[in-house]
């Protein structure tokens, strides 16, 4: 049998052409993966970045709750005072006043007295005097935060917490003898327990807005009419009210006063 040298080498070149494009396809293809792998990567470092910061903010998180909307604008709900949720400091600020009926449940209320005699323990109504004058220039600096989102340790308008809100308040306008954390914050300045008495320039604090052994765990500033400017762990820079009855006025616990 005689075999045509042409037909087997056009069936070469077939073969050849074949192969050389499965093998195209295949780099194609592992190509293709490899830049596909590459996002994936990114994309999971990414997601790990996201939930680093999330377990670090997992303790700031308050748990507030989003204010119902008022069908009836004429009913107004608002309670025109509150005063603080912790007896103790009720009885050591004023020890012949009358308990009220708040104050007599949190007398049972172990974990919260144990929070303030730690608390206690570490000197409360230091001093901190600062001027009218500056603490309205205070209030003036932290009103350009709003709109900031939070961020559990941000001290910048890229992200900022309670507590560094007070702080790059007070910093930028010369007090710099000034701690970082809320709790620490409200050591300084004469305590203040009935909200009727607030006045812009005050600081106020709060407990039980997430959990923590720190008796304080919230904070704001003041700015009148029963107004504070404060970071919202889930709204960020904020004015809200102090008597505000879904949330804040329960987690109201004192204010200071360190205007001289």
Same mark, same amino acid.
């Not at 303030?116 to 230091?126: A, H, L, P, Y």
């Not at 600062?130 to 309205?136: A, P």
């Given at each position: 049998? !005689?075999?045509?040298?042409?037909?087997?080498?056009?069936?070469v070149?077939?073969l050849?052409? $074949?192969?050389?494009?499965?093998? $195209? %396809?295949?780099?194609?293809?592992?190509?293709?993966?490899?830049k +596909?792998?590459? *996002?994936?990567v @990114?994309?999971?470092?990414n997601? =790990?970045?996201? %939930?680093?910061l999330?377990?670090?903010?997992?303790?700031e998180?308050?748990?507030?709750n &989003?204010q119902?909307?008022?069908?009836?604008?004429?009913?107004?709900?608002?309670?025109?005072?509150?005063?603080?949720?912790?007896?103790?400091?009720?009885?050591?600020?004023?020890p012949?006043?009358? %308990?009220?009926?708040?104050?007599?449940?949190? @007398?049972?209320?172990?974990?919260?007295?144990?929070?303030f !005699?730690t608390?206690?323990n570490?000197?409360?109504?230091?001093?901190?005097n600062?001027?009218?004058?500056?603490?309205?220039?205070?209030? &003036?600096?932290a009103?350009?935060?709003?709109?900031?989102?939070?961020l559990?340790?941000?001290?910048?308008?890229?992200?900022i917490?309670? *507590?560094?809100?007070?702080?790059? *308040?007070?910093?930028?306008?010369?007090?710099?003898?000034?701690?970082?954390? $809320?709790? +620490?914050f409200?050591?300084?300045? *004469?305590i203040?327990? =009935?909200?009727?008495?607030?006045?812009?320039?005050?600081?106020?604090f709060?407990?039980?807005?997430?959990?923590?052994?720190?008796?304080?765990?919230?904070?704001?500033l003041?700015?009148? =009419?029963? +107004?504070f400017?404060? &970071?919202?762990?889930s @709204?960020?820079?904020?004015?809200? !009210?102090?008597?505000?009855?879904?949330?804040?006025?329960k987690?109201?616990l004192?204010?200071?006063?360190?205007?001289?």
């Amino acid at each position: 049998m !005689r075999i045509n040298i042409s037909f087997l080498l056009v069936l070469v070149l077939i073969l050849f052409s $074949a192969c050389n494009t499965s093998k $195209a %396809l295949l780099v194609n293809e592992i190509e293709q993966l490899r830049k +596909e792998n590459i *996002s994936l990567v @990114k994309e999971n470092d990414n997601l =790990n970045n996201k %939930l680093i910061l999330l377990v670090d903010a997992f303790d700031e998180l308050s748990n507030e709750n &989003a204010q119902p909307i008022n069908i009836n604008p004429t009913i107004d709900l608002e309670v025109m005072s509150t005063t603080s949720q912790l007896s103790e400091l009720e009885s050591y600020l004023k020890p012949d006043s009358q %308990l009220s009926e708040l104050e007599n449940y949190l @007398k049972s209320d172990a974990v919260l007295n144990s929070k303030f !005699r730690t608390f206690k323990n570490g000197g409360i109504e230091k001093n901190l005097n600062v001027s009218y004058s500056i603490m309205q220039r205070v209030i &003036a600096t932290a009103k350009t935060y709003l709109g900031t989102s939070y961020l559990f340790g941000g001290t910048n308008k890229s992200g900022i917490d309670c *507590s560094g809100l007070l702080y790059v *308040s007070f910093k930028a306008n010369g007090i710099t003898n000034i701690p970082r954390v $809320a709790q +620490e914050f409200s050591r300084f300045g *004469s305590i203040i327990i =009935n909200t009727n008495d607030i006045k812009a320039g005050d600081l106020v604090f709060f407990t039980n807005t997430y959990k923590t052994s720190k008796l304080v765990t919230h904070a704001g500033l003041c700015i009148g =009419n029963g +107004e504070f400017i404060h &970071a919202s762990s889930s @709204k960020g820079v904020m004015v809200s !009210r102090v008597n505000d009855p879904y949330y804040w006025r329960k987690k109201f616990l004192f204010a200071t006063r360190i205007i001289n």
